[in-house]
């Protein structure tokens, strides 16, 4: 069996496939590019894949796993959404082979399906328990941030429970369809006093959906500039979505396992340190590759 | 002097007039169009109002008031807006003189500016005086839905303090330019089950980001139709505005004035009677007309 394996994140707007060491958990090499779901047919899947990593693959003795939207039924295959709680266990052992590659697999998500809450994951589940295997934890609770961020508390190597917050779509929804929104269409540079504003705003009691239109009031009468309109809206949804979970998932007990990107994990160290919670970073790429490792290892058929 | 008025509630897409009897409150003629302000430009304001309402007009003696973002800077001409607390006097004191048109005037809207709470209002000071004169009332809270509902308190005939809840234009953000809103683009027809849904999913504790994502993983996996989607949206918008209401403006005194058209009200009377909140209804074109009614009575010039 090789010791090595290729972890593909495939979502909805981009591919990234990394030649990972399973023993090291070392990346050996790696290729992105922006071939997301939506600019792929069906029968273009296994052909573009073989087409990334066929130089990795010896000719299907290194496994390739893939996980994110890759998955769902507008994907490659549809793969299960298991229904919580999970270990990564119970995903290795529910992992569709991806039809057309050899010793190829596709990992499945994650459902909540509760009277009180309905919810879905696709590949953050593979970081969330990647982030703890790199951490030496077996539970605390994760921020994934991102156009859906995901929240999950895993106990006992478990996935127990979770919720997706849409910060990352409001974000560019408000930007680019309101009236607030206006003047920050042209650019997305950080402000790092408008973002500060939009953090402390984000507790104002009327709640959210006023916090937002602040960004039009502020600019017309308290000193707003255009330049610090987006940074104050990311301010107000980020703030927004901290301190509804410190409530929710948190339950007070105040730290949390930050799983994103180099751009993102700033902001929300920012806003989760703001209220009190403490923040262990994991890099969310390496957060992937850690956890389909730790996925392969449990899989019989790898 | 003439016993009656011209009122006019001038919007950024949408121009209503009204000819008023001022002794009896009683609306003689209408006219309505959707000559909003964003489809004419600066030096069209006086032709197309003459156009519309000249024959009332009786050469000038009939005086006209207009409310609403017509006295923005991107309207007929600017008003100011003052900072509450403000009365239907101190608007009235305030007037602007509408260029190019004899005896016709643009009431100033009003603003909040402390350093944690900024906001801005054309049209609804108007509304809230006029509601709570119809209803014989000196004080109160009202809600006035719409794309920017707003809320507002009143003690002593003064409106004291309100804040903006973008929940119209969010929802029309989130149906047309998010993922969860995917199923519900084309229609929005009212579906009774998806909005009390909706109503229920706005409490949940991981907050409104969440729950509009409800709307998609609902739709995946509890029942919920694409035809019901727009509606649930709809409910936990309408819902989550309410729920921070109550605790913000409302301090649980547990009644409220609606203020909306005979679309909207059902909606948020359903909304709010499920917090528990008593409701008194009024349409808010009686109350335009009963708000500038009372502001001519108070205006030296009129």
Redesign the interface.
Known sequence: MSRRLIAIDWGTSNFRAFLVDRDSGECLDSVRSDAGLKSLSTDEFPHYCEAQVGAWRKGGEVPVYLSGMVGSARGWSEAP?LEVPRSATDLADNVVAAPGLDNAWIVPGL???RE?????MRGEEIQAFGALALLGLSAGVCCLPGT?SK?ARLEGERLIDF?????G??Y???R?????GEPARGSDAHDADGFAQGL?AAD???????A???G???H???GLGAHQVGSFLSGV?IG??V???R???LDHQGAVVLVGSSSLNPLYRQALERQGIRVEEVDSDNATLAGLVALAERHRAG
Chains 1, 2 share one sequence.
């Open positions: 959404q459902k909540v399906v009180d809450h309905v919810d879905v859906h929240w919720s997706t917050v849409m910060t779509e409001l560019h929804a408000v680019f369809h309101t009236l607030p402390a104002h009691p009327a709640g959210l959906m006023h937002l239109f602040e039009r009031s502020r017309l009468y308290a949804l927004a979505e301190l509804a979970q409530e929710h998932l």
